[in-house]
């Protein structure tokens, strides 16, 4: 990518800080969490985001938010608990990325879901203030590879969304 295209991308972003601080300032987290995803698609070129609230109790996660909602609909679970990436992403808080299929295929138990829809990268993202993990921000891009500068974009993503999760706490 030219450094010139990547400017214009990243001021196309910086554009749209309007309708994240409207969001912010709203009462809807789900709305929130669609201006964060308008956000980061010119940044990452992704076609489709979750986001995810953690259940710490059942070491599960409850989607709270979908790009895509017919292929992930909103309320959906996943159990996380034993599994490397529920420890990696939602118990140690670390970013998990993953290219190509196989990392796809290794990293998740709907890779078939995921490849039909064509994406072949992803970037998790734990939600996390103080030392509480509130969930992820899950962003899967058709393109194999994953930059650095693309997981950075993730991860502002993702500090964007806490006034989303802080909102779902006190309602």
């Known amino acids: 990518m030219t450094q010139t295209l990547e400017l214009e991308q990243s001021a196309a972003a910086l554009l749209a800080v309007d309708e994240l601080a409207a969001a912010c300032a709203g009462q809807d987290p789900a709305a929130l ?34 790009s895509d909602p017919k292929s992930y609909p909103p309320g959906g679970s996943k159990d996380k608990a034993g599994m490397p990436w529920g420890r990696h992403v939602l118990l140690e808080r670390k970013v998990y990325v ?29 939600v996390v203030t103080g030392d509480v993990c509130l969930g992820t921000l899950n962003l899967l891009m058709p393109a194999e590879t994953v930059t650095p500068a693309m997981v950075a974009s993730a991860r502002l993503g993702a500090l964007l969304a806490v006034p989303g999760f802080l909102g779902l706490k006190q309602g």
Do not use: M, Q, W
Not at 57 to 63: D, L, N, P, Q, T
Not at 99 to 122: C, M, P, Q, T
């Open 33 to 66: 969490f669609g201006a964060v995803d308008r956000y980061l698609r010119p940044l990452l070129g992704h076609t489709l985001c979750t986001v995810n609230r953690f259940d710490a109790e059942r070491i599960a996660v409850v989607r709270l938010y979908s």
């Open 98 to 126: 993953g290219e190509g299929e196989a990392a796809i295929r290794e990293s998740f138990d709907d890779h078939v879901a995921i490849a039909s829809l064509g994406l072949k990268s992803v970037i998790n993202v734990p």
